[in-house]
């Protein structure tokens, strides 16, 4: 046995550490692309555990892949470079909400809808909704910086979050931020850690910031037969002094897709469905959506539904669901990214997106969180095919440069990982690239922590092909 | 095995690939639960048959994480995908069972259940007598004479203790082959009896079949029919499965029925499958489908008749353990709970997450106790919290394995555990037109 499964055997229960190829290969992969077989897989259940994980990796220079559910789009699970996969979903789940500060203490390995749960309990709302919030733990979550649909009115992880208890790559613990609002004391270390996908250190605490849980919803669908109509509609809604808390837009092709899969009443003609959310007081959405029925059908909507109680906006909020699902009968492969763009150039990158359709000749879809302009062009593909992944590579390149000329960014809720890293200098600069790097390279000195996540080696270019 | 290709289909390679690896199973998944590692999760267990199709494992890698599942099938409940994780399991199961790498205990111990215990074609007049006989001399005693327990540690003393008491023999042979209501027939349906409930739960067969009599059914029992052939596919031995679905399929031919009716959510959940079995498109495969078509669990039918009339209360609190090959499989949510919900006095509460498996799964809690007692315990802390007097099942497995939740949690006291058949039977059921013409 190598020295530092012994050393790690010191202090960690043996139970709790795997080696067998079975449970190595379990833990090889999350829901993006790519399959890295570590050495072993340890869990862990106490911050004892991690500090000692850590210090024994420390000294032995072993990689260390921290991991939740492992449902993660952009690679951060992965573990590269072998080593050890840190598994974080056993560690005891507890939630306390702390309802006079509107806060709430929770363990890493709480899966997020349940903090949600937890605060509603105290009419509460803690309101990153990420679509796997049910499976997904609050530090991958962190990790990750995630978003949701809800990311339009109440932004992404990183918004939420004021305090974190940090092992360090050297298995020294921090705690950042604390329990209060305000708090401009120092670098913001809470909000270099979030985000950063495990690179810095293992988060084993959060405390999250709730808001109060609005007193009532109400959904909209509008139809259009022109995307630029439609995008046009977004500004002018956004601009009017509403902010709706959910903005979907949905493409023809999408549209298709769902009601070849689950017939659900989706206009199959439209070239363009938006889906408003508004949240708030009952009579200030009432109006709200009043205003937004206007705008819509002022700008060119062909129809609108306002679905009139629970159940029809819930089959409206199906059909987006079913959007995923539908689109992977296409082909086997999906390729999901989430370039996202200021607002107002959100019609101008779905024009991008068709020509690169057109270019490359792949099957390339469009949906997402349009409001905040943060858009999921998906390319269904099916990665037996060495020649179709090579247009898939070349596609995606051309989405990412096409976000950051019109202004944008590479990512808007998944993360960086491993396929966006070849791209990280085109957004940053090499100075800026340089700056991150070296602020990496302070915190962790040995380069342990998740390596090859974020920073691209030399010469590193997008591969989605098996070699 | 030398050719990968051959490998890669029996394994059902190419289906492996509608897995996205999301992980939206995880949540719904008994056995990660409560193994608390991926391994024992869908994903991981769909992720280790591609790795041994593609050579990058061992078979033997694969047995572990496939002889732990339970095949409860709740992950295709909630799979985004569609996924065919039956398809999957099924094939890796054949593939194993094919290559016999199962580990030494659990091969002598599905050894000794399928050769003396469980169903074999001709199984079904005998096995009546076997169970009976079992009983008498002891489960425990039997497996003992056998030598079995020294190898295989089958526990079969904790499922004796929960038996019911057996007719006698001649009681099973004098019963009648057909009855009619005692009004105009509205249906005509076939009974489909199942091993073990026949043979452990013959009183229940018994009152399934007046329940059907008095909704206005006329039942028959086609006595050419066997053993459903779940129990075989989910060890893999699949060929022998198919050569039973040809048997009932052929016996269930023989007289024009409305439905053919059952008891046993896991036997329901492979009949309506046996098209399945056979490649679409051939003769077999048409008479399949006939069949399935058919093929319904007693609360739709009853539900469906709406023939039946609850005279008596039953002031109870109860709690529903539903038949995870009912829910995920034949995907009857509703009827059962229709039925109680007619029974006056009747007071249903709901478990927190009655979805999850209660480890019964077949044979699983005999060949894998110790993780399937790991899961019940789960189940029971659920049952705990809504304190029932009697806790509800749909399926033979499921009944006996809340007979021994209860009997761990030492509430046999306070606590029960029925099939809904003679939940239904206590409410003192009568034909509907009788007793409004009574009330007249």
Redesign the interface.
């Known amino acids: 046995m190598e020295k530092w499964k012994e050393a790690l055997t010191t202090f960690i229960p043996k139970q709790q550490i795997f080696t067998e190829l079975a449970d190595r290969y379990s833990y090889s992969f999350d829901g993006s692309f790519g399959e890295f077989l570590p050495d072993a897989v340890v869990q862990v259940k106490t911050k004892g555990e991690v500090i000692h994980l850590l210090k024994v990796a420390n000294r032995y220079r072993v990689p260390v892949t921290p991991r939740g559910q492992g449902t993660c789009l952009s690679g951060g699970p992965l573990p590269v470079k072998g080593g050890i996969v840190l598994d974080m979903s056993q560690w005891p789940a507890t939630i306390e909400v702390i309802p006079d500060d509107l806060i709430a203490v929770v363990s890493p390995s709480v899966l997020t809808a349940e903090i949600n749960k937890a605060a509603e309990e105290h009419g509460l709302m803690y309101p990153p909704d990420p679509s796997s919030a049910h499976v997904s733990t609050i530090g991958g979550n962190l990790a990750e910086n995630s978003g949701g649909p809800r990311g339009l009115k109440y932004g992404v992880t990183k918004d939420y979050v004021i305090g974190l208890e940090l092992v360090t790559p050297e298995g020294e613990v921090i705690n950042t931020g604390g329990r209060t609002i305000k708090n401009v004391t120092g670098y913001d270390l809470t909000k270099i850690i979030v985000g950063s996908e495990g690179t810095l250190g293992v988060i084993t605490r959060a405390t999250l910031k709730l808001v109060p849980k609005p007193l009532a919803v109400q959904t909209l669908m509008a139809v259009f037969n022109d995307v630029e109509q439609a995008g046009k509609a977004i500004s002018k809604t956004l601009t009017s002094g509403i902010v709706p808390s959910k903005m979907e837009f949905m493409d023809q092709a999408c549209t298709i897709a769902v009601e070849n899969y689950k017939p659900s009443g989706l206009p199959v003609d439209a070239a363009a469905v938006l889906i408003i959310e508004l949240d708030g007081h009952p009579s200030a959405i009432q109006e709200e959506a009043e205003a937004i029925e206007h705008i819509m059908v002022e700008l060119g909507a062909v129809n609108i539904k306002v679905p009139k109680d629970e159940e029809e906006a819930a089959n409206i909020w199906h059909a987006r669901k079913q959007v995923s699902p539908a689109i992977a009968k296409i082909k086997p492969t999906k390729v999901s990214e989430d370039a996202t763009v200021p607002r107002s150039k959100i019609p101008a990158m779905i024009e991008r997106l068709e020509e690169i359709k057109e270019k490359y000749q792949v099957e390339l879809v469009v949906f997402g969180h349009i409001g905040d302009g943060n858009l999921h062009p998906n390319i269904l593909c099916d990665k037996r095919d060495n020649e179709e992944m090579e247009r898939v590579e070349l596609a995606v390149g051309e989405i990412f440069q096409a976000a950051i000329d019109l202004g944008g960014t590479l990512s808007g809720e998944h993360g960086i990982g491993t396929m966006k890293a070849p791209f990280m200098e085109q957004e940053l600069g090499e100075v800026g690239l340089e700056m991150t790097k070296r602020m990496k390279d302070s915190w962790d000195p040995n380069g342990i922590m998740n390596p090859n996540k974020i920073f691209p080696e030399k010469g590193q270019k997008l591969v989605l092909r098996n070699e | 095995m030398s050719n990968i290709q051959e490998l890669q289909r029996k394994l059902n390679y190419d289906k492996t690939?509608?897995c996205?690896?999301?992980?939206?199973c995880?949540?719904a998944c008994p056995t990660y639960e409560t193994m608390?590692?991926?391994?024992h999760?869908p994903?991981?267990r769909i992720?280790?048959v591609k790795?041994v199709a593609e050579g990058?494992?061992d078979l033997e890698?694969?047995q572990?994480?496939i002889d732990k599942c339970l095949g409860c099938m709740a992950c295709t409940t909630v799979c985004?995908?569609?996924v065919e994780y039956g398809a999957i399991l099924e094939g890796a199961k054949e593939t194993l069972e094919d290559n016999q790498q199962k580990s030494k205990p659990q091969q002598k111990a599905e050894d000794f259940l399928f050769g003396t215990f469980f169903p074999s074609s001709s199984w079904m007049n005998r096995l009546g007598n076997a169970a009976w006989l079992y009983q008498a001399t002891g489960l425990q005693k039997a497996a003992q004479a056998l030598k079995l327990t020294t190898v295989a540690p089958l526990h079969l003393d904790k499922f004796e203790k929960v038996l019911p008491k057996q007719p006698s023999p001649n009681e099973r042979k004098n019963r009648p082959q057909r009855v009619f209501p005692d009004g105009p027939s509205t249906a005509k349906v076939a009974f489909f009896t199942g091993c073990v409930m026949d043979s452990t739960f013959y009183r229940i067969n018994e009152q399934t079949i007046e329940l059907l009599r008095l909704a206005g059914a006329e039942v028959i029992l086609p006595e050419a029919q066997t053993c459903c052939g779940a129990l075989h596919a989910h060890s893999g031995k699949t060929k022998k499965s198919r050569e039973l679905a040809m048997e009932n399929i052929k016996a269930f031919e023989q007289e024009d029925v409305d439905f053919i009716v059952n008891n046993a959510g896991g036997c329901g959940a492979r009949l309506v499958e046996y098209d399945h079995l056979f490649e679409s498109g051939s003769d077999w495969h048409a008479r399949a489908k006939a069949f399935t078509n058919k093929v319904k669990d007693i609360s739709e039918v009853l539900v469906e008749l709406d023939g039946l009339e609850f005279t008596k209360s039953v002031n109870r609190v109860i709690t529903y353990q539903p038949s995870c090959h009912m829910t995920n499989v034949q995907k009857v949510v509703a009827p059962p709970r229709q039925l109680m919900d007619q029974v006056p006095g009747l007071q249903l509460k709901e478990l927190n997450n009655p979805d999850f498996c209660c480890g019964s799964a077949g044979i699983y809690n005999i060949v894998n106790y110790e993780d399937s007692m790991d899961i019940l315990d789960r189940k029971m802390e659920d049952v705990t919290t809504v304190q029932p007097e009697a806790i509800v099942t749909t399926n033979p497995g499921c009944l006996l394995q809340m007979k021994i939740g209860i009997e761990r949690e030492k509430a046999g006291k306070h606590m029960e555990a029925v099939h809904l058949v003679e939940l239904l039977m206590e409410a003192a059921p009568t034909s509907k037109e009788k007793t409004t013409s009574i009330k007249r």
């Open positions: 690939f509608d996205v690896q999301c992980g939206y995880l949540p608390e590692k991926e391994t999760s994903r991981g992720n280790m790795m990058k494992a890698d694969l572990e994480p985004p995908t569609g």
